[in-house]
């Protein structure tokens, strides 16, 4: 085939192939030509997940009637005239692209009136047909309406998901947008229907507004500058973490942005703080001169480079590792010592406020021959309760060697058939004591128990035989759109992926969902917090993903819903049963994460330390 040049109407639709991704990628676009334009007030207005229709509406500077044929055309902008400009671009726009590529794929009408005018005007376009100028009623400021995404490249719109997914990332790109600039008001619409409106505020209302009076509660205020660099806003404490990173907002001078470099000097100043499987929460500013990063990296314009990676990476550093050494809310040495010794970050101790009852948990492994039915035979609940009395808890830990512990005659086994020995006592709700053979054992609980967990998941699953426990109540939940698209997909497609994993999950809302059924093995769990982390796999991932190369993962995260937490009270049945589970269990000497779940401490060991023999 013979080299020959393109059309343009085909240049500009490949260019949108990387510029407008999706419904949410065109808004993106949209908002930045708003707000480079000085608006201060944004209204957002879309139908079918803005798929059939998307309207930006603004107050800003608005586009002269002589410029309005030049804004669909590509490689035309106001931002920059010269390679300078391009170098020390500061505007979100620059590239004159993105008008040109949306309107090659849609059916597309922008309204504007300049500032200082009398009238407005508006232009039309459907695809690469451009229709003459003609006057419009507008007060001031910009209207685009995109209309029929895609309607001339159907197979582009065949990769589009439902309604409710790329509403979804819509609202997750508006927000975005609304979270960078609290001195601009935002509205939101959806299908005629107002959703949400930020007014003027200051940024810590605006992240609240946006991310939850929790985030805000629970999050420090930064303002660090040195050498012309300035990080502010606000970073979560460690103990509110997450499983994902949905949480994590970074704008180098406005523009968000998704930077390696950036986030390894977070990921490094949270390192001593917060366990490796979690992530930190923030909204970060970064302010530096325009001319020390290049922001023309990729079309989408979220990749940057800076010219001294270096030092940007070490003042991120330094000024969020300040900040995380420095916590507030510490009022006393007791409540620092209490929140030194958690180490799972979301529960507090609460010394002698301990509940006096607590009902019995389930931790015996799944095995043909459970250790405690082979021990006692059917008489295994009255053995239970006996195992509790003085008389029995002396015989079994009477003696280091071979101490014989004796049920109804029924049962002779020494220690030494039992590596883990027995539980003589609890310490702080974290740790189980236990006295075998050698000496002392100490057990992480829940670290054990969550390995335990996991591999009895791990097994159901190859099996196919993860059982569904129904809920007497089923337990409803607001959802956000992601949430509830994911389960109308996975329902609308006839898959299994909720069932096989043993959930039943249903819509009862647009904004609300019910957890029907849970698996057996993780009843006590919190639903709502295990049907959230499992419906964030499917969607990130896709169901067969899920299910397949990232399975480990995902049944770890509900491992470690269901592992008993700390501060909890276990009775000595339960914690020689977390013992007998973990001696029948493969990897149980190291928790799902990689951390340790129990240490030997041999009697010479003790010997040395109280100086014994000396």
């Known amino acids: 085939m013979r080299i020959q040049l393109l059309p343009d109407q085909l240049i500009s639709q490949i260019a949108a192939g990387e510029v407008v991704e999706r419904p949410a990628s065109a808004l993106k676009e949209?908002?930045?030509?708003?707000?480079?334009?000085?608006?201060?007030?944004?209204s957002v207005s879309l139908v079918q997940g803005g798929v059939k229709q998307l309207r930006v509406a603004d107050n800003g500077a608005g586009i002269p009637k002589e410029d309005l044929n030049l804004a669909l055309t590509r490689h035309a902008t106001s931002k920059i005239a010269s390679l300078e400009d391009?170098?020390?671009?500061?505007?979100?726009?620059?590239?004159?692209?993105?008008l040109a590529s949306i309107a090659s794929i849609s059916r597309t009408q922008i309204s504007s009136r300049a500032r200082d005018t009398?009238?407005?005007?508006?232009?039309?376009?459907?695809?690469?047909?451009?229709?003459?100028?003609?006057?419009?009623a507008l007060d001031a400021g910009t209207i685009i309406e995109v209309n029929d995404l895609y309607f001339n490249t159907p197979a582009r719109r065949k990769f589009l998901k439902t309604e409710g997914t790329e509403f979804g990332h819509c609202e997750a790109a508006f927000e975005r947008v609304a979270l960078s600039r609290p001195d601009v008001s935002f509205m939101l619409q959806h299908n005629g229907r107002a959703l949400c409106r930020y007014a003027i505020s200051a940024p810590e209302k605006r992240f609240s507004e946006v991310l939850g009076a929790?985030?805000?509660?629970?999050?420090?205020?930064?303002?660090?500058?040195?050498?012309?660099?300035?990080?502010?806003?606000m970073a979560a404490k460690p103990t509110f973490n997450r499983n994902s990173r949905d949480t994590?907002?970074?704008?180098?001078?406005?523009?968000?942005?998704?930077?390696?470099?950036?986030?390894?000097?977070?990921?490094?100043?949270?390192?001593?703080?917060?366990?490796?499987?979690?992530?930190?929460?923030?909204?970060?500013?970064?302010?530096?001169?325009?001319?020390?990063?290049?922001?023309?990296?990729?079309?989408?314009?979220?990749e940057v480079r800076f010219r001294d990676g270096q030092a940007i990476h070490r003042f991120i550093f330094h000024s969020l590792h300040k900040a995380l050494a420095t916590p507030t809310g510490v009022s006393n040495a007791a409540t620092a010592n209490q929140a030194a010794f958690n180490p799972f970050g979301n529960s507090t101790f609460q010394g002698a406020n301990y509940p006096a009852y607590q009902a019995q948990i389930n931790l015996q492994a799944k095995q043909e021959n459970g250790f405690y039915q082979?021990?006692?035979?059917?008489?295994?609940?009255?053995?239970?309760?006996?195992?509790?009395?003085?008389?029995?808890?002396?015989?079994?830990?009477?003696?280091?060697?071979?101490?014989?512990?004796?049920?109804?005659?029924?049962?002779?086994?020494?220690?030494?058939?039992f590596p883990l020995g027995f539980a003589v006592a609890q310490i702080h709700g974290v740790y189980i004591l236990a006295q075998n053979a050698a000496g002392l054992v100490v057990v992480d609980m829940h670290a054990a128990h969550e390995r335990i967990m996991y591999e009895q998941l791990k097994n159901a699953l190859d099996d196919n035989a993860v059982s569904m426990q129904p809920l007497l109540i089923p337990v409803s939940f607001n959802a956000d759109r992601l949430e509830v698209a994911t389960v109308q997909e996975v329902l609308s497609s006839n898959d299994s992926s909720l069932s096989q994993l043993g959930f039943d999950i249903a819509i009862l809302s647009p904004t609300t969902l019910a957890v029907r059924a849970v698996p057996t093995m993780l009843q006590n769990a919190d639903a709502v917090k295990l049907a959230r982390d499992v419906l964030k796999d499917l969607r990130e991932y896709g169901a067969s993903r899920a299910l397949t190369e990232r399975r480990n993962e995902l049944l770890g995260t509900m491992a470690c819903h269901a592992a008993v937490r700390a501060n909890r009270i276990l009775t000595i049945t339960e914690m020689n049963a977390l013992l007998r589970d973990m001696e029948a269990t493969e990897r149980s000497g190291m928790c799902n994460h990689g951390r340790p779940t129990w240490f030997q401490v041999s009697m010479s060991d003790l010997d040395k330390m109280f100086m014994r023999g000396k």
């Open 118 to 136: 009398k009238h407005a005007w508006r232009i039309a376009s459907e695809g690469s047909e451009i229709a003459p100028l003609e006057p419009a």
């Open 248 to 302: 994590q907002y970074v704008y180098v001078n406005g523009r968000f942005v998704r930077d390696k470099l950036i986030a390894h000097a977070i990921r490094q100043a949270y390192q001593d703080v917060l366990h490796h499987d979690r992530h930190p929460a923030f909204v970060l500013f970064i302010e530096l001169d325009p001319t020390l990063v290049d922001v023309n990296v990729h079309p989408s314009k979220t």
């Open 30 to 42: 949209l908002l930045e030509n708003s707000l480079d334009a000085g608006s201060t007030d944004i």
């Open 214 to 233: 929790e985030f805000a509660a629970e999050s420090i205020s930064i303002d660090e500058q040195a050498a012309g660099l300035r990080l502010w806003g």
């Open 86 to 98: 391009l170098e020390a671009v500061a505007s979100l726009g620059f590239r004159g692209e993105a």
């Open 374 to 417: 082979t021990l006692f035979g059917n008489d295994l609940n009255s053995a239970q309760n006996n195992l509790n009395t003085d008389a029995l808890r002396a015989s079994i830990y009477a003696g280091a060697g071979d101490a014989v512990f004796d049920v109804n005659d029924e049962v002779n086994r020494t220690q030494n058939d």
